[in-house]
């Protein structure tokens, strides 16, 4: 599936796009099932049940404005067959092989006028692992540009394998640990709706604030070889943690 230069720009930049590999229905029903979620937050006062709170520039939450689900993927199971979809899958097996799991599942609404998902980080920082093996995938279910805070990508930081220093965020990026990077090296990754990201889970990535009047919905996991050991994320443990194929 994926050429002998896809494969080179992975290995040196650490990053694949997709553009627009989901579309049409699939990609409608998939919005219609996180309408319902950022419909379900509503109610909202405080975080429960994998449903977390937009903070503001204090760090206090948001009534009602959702920032993210966690554990996305158990919260509404439907959604695993996004994660399934064959076409990513193919991409995926190519990279890491045949037999995959999936863990660590998140929906970031990225709601207009101030919504906001990740600062700049390293997401095996946050898996206690180097392993170039852990692929992370998001998915972005709506257009993006930087207006409403696409995705921002460092090319080449995952080559060295280690981890920068992180620190805890502060106001609107209180959910979190982040670092800093040289953003004018940043790649941003203005896409069309069902772009499909894959990356390495040792580059640096990020987003902004959006601060348009469009929400932007993404999706995002991380696929492993089903036999890959990671301690924080036993199978048949960590609920979290999915066969894909």
Not at 69 to 86: I, K, T
Not at 104 to 124: A, C, E, I, R, V
Not at 154 to 176: D, I, K, M, N, Q
Request: charged share 20%; net charge negative.
């Amino acid at each position: 599936m994926l050429t002998s230069h896809e494969f080179q720009q992975f290995r040196e930049e650490g990053y694949l796009i997709f553009p627009a590999l989901i579309s049409g229905e699939p990609l409608q029903r998939y919005k219609r099932l996180l309408d319902d979620l950022v419909e379900r937050a509503r109610a909202l006062k405080t975080n429960e049940d994998g449903f977390t709170l937009q903070p503001d520039d204090q760090g206090h939450l948001i009534t009602g404005r959702l920032f993210k689900v966690q554990g996305v993927c158990v919260v509404e199971p439907h959604l695993l067959d996004l994660a399934r979809e064959p076409a990513i899958v193919l991409r995926v097996t190519d990279l890491i092989g045949a037999s995959l799991h999936m863990f660590g599942t998140k929906f970031f609404p990225m709601l207009p006028q101030g919504g906001t998902s990740t600062g700049w980080h390293q997401d095996n920082h946050y898996f206690g692992t180097r392993s170039h093996l852990v692929l992370s995938c998001g998915i972005y279910l709506e257009d993006t540009d930087q207006s409403n805070a696409c995705l921002r990508l460092l090319p080449r930081s995952h080559a060295t394998g280690e981890w920068v220093e992180h620190t805890s965020g502060e106001g609107t990026f209180a959910h979190g640990n982040w670092t800093e990077v040289d953003e004018s090296q940043a790649l941003f990754v203005e896409c069309p709706a069902g772009t499909v990201v894959l990356f390495s889970a040792n580059l640096l990535h990020g987003a902004g604030t959006n601060t348009s009047d469009r929400s932007r919905y993404s999706t995002a996991w991380h696929y492993i070889p089903a036999n890959l050991d990671l301690e924080q994320f036993p199978f048949g443990e960590y609920k979290d943690r999915h066969v894909i194929c």
